[in-house]
């Protein structure tokens, strides 16, 4: 069974149509990515999934039930985590308090010193910058501490916004190795991600949108081998 799915959604900015029916599923276990150029609904996708915006029609199926008009602060306590895109962390708190807020869902202290004990495992340098204000962090080392936030929920699912965005080679090739070593976790993962050739290298299969529709979907190993995805998403 899936762990999440996604039926005939359909999202509105005002008179447009952001998107147009899509229907995706994300079985446990799985990364699956969302590629796309700018503009055709991938972000929109993820926040409506995490209640950021209201769908006008559809459904969003998590773990058996209906979570379509579920608030965001809900979804986290049912283990949907959501790292948006941009990073957002809070700039005027420290390292160690933007992850304990990850962890606000009322787990004891037992619970969290093994959710701290996790995270730094995956990003030695919170740890070492644990007492650092946020907004005096690299970019490369915002984006692990919104991840690092994220999975201070304990999710069975990480929706992720374009982590890579913005950096430099070598931290796109430590952020993608730190996807990887989530699912290894027993962690699924939701991928929006505009470097399509390293998203596709990591998932297990894929969805293309384009203007709000999928148009194509399948193993993520044939997506990157698809002439017509190379030269829409994968041209060098």
Do not use: W
């Not at 079985?27 to 209201?54: F, P, R, Y």
């Not at 306590?77 to 708190?93: D, M, N, T, W, Y």
């Not at 998203?199 to 299969?205: E, G, K, S």
Request: charged share 20%; hydrophobic share 40%.
């Amino acid at each position: 069974m899936a762990l999440l799915e996604v039926k005939d959604l359909c999202v509105y900015y005002g008179v447009i149509q952001a998107l147009k029916k899509i229907s995706f599923h994300v079985d446990e276990g799985e990364v699956i990515a969302l590629i796309g150029s700018n503009g055709a609904g991938k972000t929109t996708t993820l926040q409506t999934i995490t209640g950021m915006h209201q769908a006008a029609s559809g459904e969003i199926i998590y773990n058996g039930q209906n979570i379509t008009k579920t608030p965001g602060h809900e979804l986290v306590k049912r283990g949907i985590a959501h790292v948006p895109e941009g990073r957002r962390v809070f700039s005027q708190l420290t390292v160690y308090e933007n992850l304990k807020l990850g962890a606000f869902t009322g787990r004891n202290r037992v619970e969290i010193d093994y959710l701290f004990s996790r995270v730094y495992r995956s990003f030695p340098r919170l740890e070492e910058r644990k007492n650092q204000l946020a907004g005096t962090l690299s970019g490369g080392e915002q984006q692990m501490l919104a991840m690092g936030r994220a999975l201070m929920s304990f999710p069975s699912i990480i929706l992720m916004d374009e982590p890579s965005m913005g950096l430099s080679p070598i931290l796109v090739q430590e952020i993608f190795r730190i996807i990887e070593e989530i699912k290894t976790g027993g962690t699924t993962v939701l991928l929006v991600e505009q470097n399509a050739n390293k998203a596709l290298q990591i998932a297990d299969r894929a969805y293309v949108l384009e203007t709000g529709s999928i148009v194509k979907e399948g193993p993520a190993d044939s997506l990157l081998n698809d002439e017509a995805v190379r030269k829409a998403y994968l041209a060098s």
